[in-house]
Structures are given as structure tokens and as C-alpha cells.
């Protein structure tokens, strides 16, 4: 008897005695079982034969019970399946209370799956949703791997804040009610486990510098935590990060990289995934069904993936940016919450989604920003107000990838860090890097549940990470 998983028994499997072990979907007419086992969004058809089944073991196949079935493949009878199993044993592993298993056999809310997150993944969404973010993952390590980058595990807990924008986790061992304190009345962060203050990291970049100016292109994806109070569809508290980081690149060489790094990964899921994307550009359609006329997507999901994989990424700088925006008709009619006046104004969300969605139509890369909006980090410009940052904005999304080539210059970078009033002695073998055969480099951070949400068409950032977290949160 062969051992096979639903996607390989509905795939060329020969016709055969099968045994499979999966979870039951629906139980009808007292004879047919739709089964899953998570390896495929299809379910298999096994057909109970009720007269030689008894009546005990029939009650207890009920939606959400795990059972293990032996039968024979056969062709299938009916429509809509290629093949089903005439069952000759089922047991049943493990029952489900089908009065109070919350999965039952209808359209379920996101709100209300999000409250049952531990089960949500039994629902063909959020299967399929988790698989494609499975395949993201592996097609990211895949495309660094392809191309001659090491990845590197930058560390969680640091002692220094990546970004300066101070939204950080304090990770620390003191007693919260009574911490010990110095003569001077400080909390004494000389008996903390560390020994100083450490946080949880807000990226891994710096640390992934020190890598790309000795192995040359690296690249790190891990986890990474943001305390900002930002309750939206687009944030998390604790997000995973895809950060490269190379040698010798200069900016231009970083929005090649950017543009080339995403349009792989996402024809990696239209070759890989055409099953569940399939579902998912249906589910899109019906949710956009629902929608007005006027607010509805142009283009379906598959097709969104196709224009990206297949458009070349629009280049704008800041500036002229800037002039878009001022002159742009929600601007002039003050349909945007913040109106764009001046050069140096702070792009927010709904100012990146008009460049993308209604100017453009395209992804677009931002570069060359006003230096004080940017991190320290960054590459002054010559112009000596903008430095070298980029971001990717994607329609529906807005920034997708946050990006920069680095300051090299030892003096500058002080000088920088010293307006910001960033410690020298805490980044000291940051400017090592600078000191030491310093060069040119660049590397970019993307947010891999924004692509996820891309990718599969989620409309919140809650509905593509298994539990996620934000303010007030961290249930599971
Ligand atoms: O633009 P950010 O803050 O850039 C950095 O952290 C750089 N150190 C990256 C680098 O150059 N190595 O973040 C990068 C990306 C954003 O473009 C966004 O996609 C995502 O990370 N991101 C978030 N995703 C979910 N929830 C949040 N709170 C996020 N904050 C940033
Ligand atoms: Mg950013």
C-alpha cells in the first residue's frame, strides 16, 4: 500500500490501494469525505460505503477530525475530481466537536479567523496564503544563493538602534518594580544581564556592513521588532526583514538588484504556485465584486504579478517627485491629509500610493531624499541636502523596499552622527569599517510580509505572517 500525500494522489498517481491521513472538510450524505492534508489546496474525494460502516464510527467523521483511510484510487465517478478513494477502512485519529469547532463549512470573516489563528490555515485561504509565503521564502534564499551571496544571522539583540528612530523593545533582566540603582539614582544597567541596555533589532544592516566589506554580498533575513504605536494594515510589531548588503554597488547597481531581486521571486510563484494563486486571484475578484465600480482593481491578481514581473521598475527622484505632487489634482483640491508645499516634506503613504497607482501606473524606485529625512546612515550627496536612499513603492502596498548606498567617508559619516547626537563610542566598529578599507556599498531592506501581501493579494499585513503582533496584541 502506498503512502502519499493528497497532492501526489491527484497527481499521475497510478491507480492503486492508497492510504492517506488528513483532516476532514466536509462529510455529505453520509458517504462522501472531502479530505485534506494541507500538502495541496484540493481536497480528495473518499467515498464511504454507509451500509458497511458502522454507525458509531460514521457519527464521529465530522468537519475538522483527523482521520487515516485506506482504499483503493480509483477514476472518479463523479464531476469535478479526476480521482477518488473507495474506502475499505477509515479510523478516525482524532474527533472534532462539530458543534464547537470553530471551522465550519462557510465564508468565514478575517476578524473572526484572526481570533483563531491556531486554526485559520484549515481554510483554503490561509493555507494557501502560508504555502506562498513558504515559497517566497525558499525563492529569496534561492535568488542570494543563485547569485553568489552568503547569508549571514545578524543578531536579534543588539546594543544599537539600526534606524535612529528610537522604536525599539528593551530587552533587559532587572527587576521592573525595584531595579537596582546607582548613587546617583540611574538604574545601575551595570547589573543587567548585559550589562548595558540592549533592545531587540530594528534591522540588521549595520551588522550585515561589517559582512559585505570582507565576503562582498551577503544578505540577511531574519526577524525584526518596531515599537511604533502604528495600528494599520501595513505594520507589525515583529515583521521579518530581507536585507542584502554589497561591496563596491553604488546606488544605481542597488535599484538594478532591488528591481531584478523581486521580479525573480515573483515569477518564482507564478511557475510554482499556479494552484493556489489561481484560488487567490478568484477570492480577489469576488472581494472586488463587492466593491464600487469606481474603486475596483484594473487588473487581477496573477495579471498584477505579470506587470510586475514584466515592467520595467519607473526611477523618479525625490525632487521631481515632489513637483508631481504639488502640482497633482488631490493636492491642489486638498483631498490629501498632508499637502505637499515644500521641497522636504515627508512622503506619506497616500502621496506614494498616488505616485504609483494613479500617476504612474507602475512600481516606481524614489531616490535621492532630503538628508534629515533619512537615516544617518545614508550617502550625502554632492548637493550636500540629499543623500542616496531609495525606496520601492508597489500599488496597493506603498514603500515595499527601504534602501541606501552607504556613507564611506569617515569624516562625513562623524559629522553626521554627531548632528544626530549618535554615540560614537556605541558604533565604534561601525566607523572601523570606514577606517579600514573603507569602499563604496550599498543594500536595501524589504519587508517580506509586504511582499507576501503583494503576492497573494491580503489586504492586511495580520492576514500573511501565522501570529502576527502589534499594539495591544501578541495573542498565541
Ligand atoms: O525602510 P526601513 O525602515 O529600512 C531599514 O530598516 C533599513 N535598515 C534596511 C536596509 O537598508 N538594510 O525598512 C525596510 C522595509 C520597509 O520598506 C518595509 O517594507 C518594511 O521593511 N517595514 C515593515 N514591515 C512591516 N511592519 C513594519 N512596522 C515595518 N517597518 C518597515
Ligand atoms: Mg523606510
Redesign the pocket.
Known amino acids: 500500500m502506498t503512502k502519499l500525500t493528497i497532492a501526489q494522489l491527484l497527481k499521475e498517481t497510478p491507480l492503486q490501494e492508497v492510504e492517506v491521513k488528513g483532516w476532514v472538510r466536509t462529510f455529505r450524505a453520509k458517504r462522501f469525505i472531502a479530505l485534506n492534508d494541507g500538502s495541496t489546496l484540493n481536497n480528495i474525494q473518499c467515498v464511504v460505503d454507509f451500509e458497511n460502516t458502522d454507525e458509531n464510527t460514521l457519527k464521529r467523521i465530522t468537519t475538522g477530525a483527523a482521520v487515516h483511510i485506506k482504499g483503493e484510487l480509483i477514476e472518479s465517478q463523479g464531476k469535478g475530481q479526476s480521482v477518488e478513494i473507495v474506502v475499505s477502512t477509515i479510523e478516525i485519529l482524532g474527533d472534532s466537536d462539530p458543534e464547537t469547532y470553530p471551522i465550519q463549512p462557510k465564508k468565514h470573516s478575517f476578524e473572526f479567523l484572526r481570533e483563531n489563528a491556531h486554526l485559520r490555515t484549515r481554510t483554503n485561504t490561509f493555507s494557501a496564503v502560508m504555502r506562498l509565503r513558504s515559497a517566497l521564502s525558499f525563492a529569496v534564499h534561492k535568488y542570494f544563493t543563485d547569485n553568489g551571496f552568503y547569508n549571514m544571522h545578524t543578531p536579534i539583540i543588539t546594543g544599537s538602534d539600526?534606524?535612529g528612530?528610537g522604536e525599539m523593545f528593551r530587552v533587559s533582566t532587572l527587576d521592573q518594580k525595584k531595579p537596582p540603582l546607582t548613587e546617583e539614582g540611574e538604574i545601575d544597567q551595570s547589573k543587567n544581564f548585559f550589562g548595558k541596555d540592549t533592545n531587540l533589532t530594528?534591522?540588521?544592516?549595520?551588522e550585515?556592513e561589517t559582512y559585505a566589506m570582507s565576503l562582498g554580498k551577503v544578505y540577511?533575513f531574519g526577524p525584526?521588532f518596531?515599537a511604533?504605536n502604528?495600528n494599520t494594515t501595513?505594520?507589525?510589531?515583529e515583521?521579518w526583514?530581507i536585507?542584502?548588503?554589497v561591496a563596491f554597488m553604488d546606488l544605481a547597481g542597488n535599484m538594478d538588484l532591488a528591481e531584478d531581486f523581486i521580479k525573480s521571486v515573483l515569477s518564482y510563484v507564478l511557475e510554482h504556485n499556479a494552484e493556489d494563486l489561481a484560488f487567490l486571484d478568484k477570492r480577489l475578484l469576488d472581494e472586488e465584486k463587492t466593491k464600487p465600480q469606481a474603486q475596483r482593481s484594473e487588473l487581477s491578481l496573477i495579471e498584477k504579478l505579470k506587470f510586475v514581473t514584466e515592467n520595467n521598475f519607473k526611477r523618479v527622484s525625490y525632487t521631481e517627485a515632489i513637483d508631481i505632487l504639488r502640482n497633482s489634482k488631490p493636492n491642489k483640491k486638498k483631498k490629501f491629509n498632508y499637502i505637499i508645499e515644500e521641497w522636504g516634506a515627508d512622503l506619506q503613504s497616500e502621496h506614494e500610493r498616488f505616485l504609483v497607482e494613479k500617476h504612474f501606473k507602475c512600481p516606481v524606485i524614489l531616490f535621492d531624499y532630503p538628508a534629515n529625512i533619512k537615516?544617518f546612515?545614508m550617502r550625502l550627496n554632492e548637493d550636500g541636502k540629499t543623500v542616496r536612499a531609495m525606496?520601492?513603492l508597489f500599488p496597493g502596498?506603498g514603500?515595499?523596499?527601504?534602501?541606501?548606498q552607504r556613507e564611506e567617508r569617515l569624516d562625513v559619516l562623524k559629522q553626521k552622527m554627531a548632528v544626530l547626537d549618535i554615540s560614537e563610542e556605541e558604533l565604534w566598529w561601525y566607523l572601523d569599517l570606514r577606517k579600514y578599507g573603507t569602499a563604496v556599498h550599498s543594500?536595501?531592506?524589504?519587508?517580506?510580509?509586504?511582499?507576501v501581501m503583494f503576492a497573494t493579494g491580503m489586504s492586511n499585513?495580520r492576514d500573511v505572517i501565522p501570529y502576527p503582533r502589534t499594539p495591544q496584541n501578541a495573542e498565541f
Do not use: K
Open positions: 539600526a534606524e528612530a530594528v534591522s540588521g544592516q549595520l550585515a540577511t525584526t518596531r511604533e502604528s501595513r505594520h507589525l510589531s515583521f526583514m536585507e542584502p548588503e537615516a546612515y525606496d520601492v502596498i514603500e515595499i523596499i527601504g534602501g541606501a543594500g536595501f531592506g524589504l519587508g517580506f510580509e509586504r511582499l499585513i
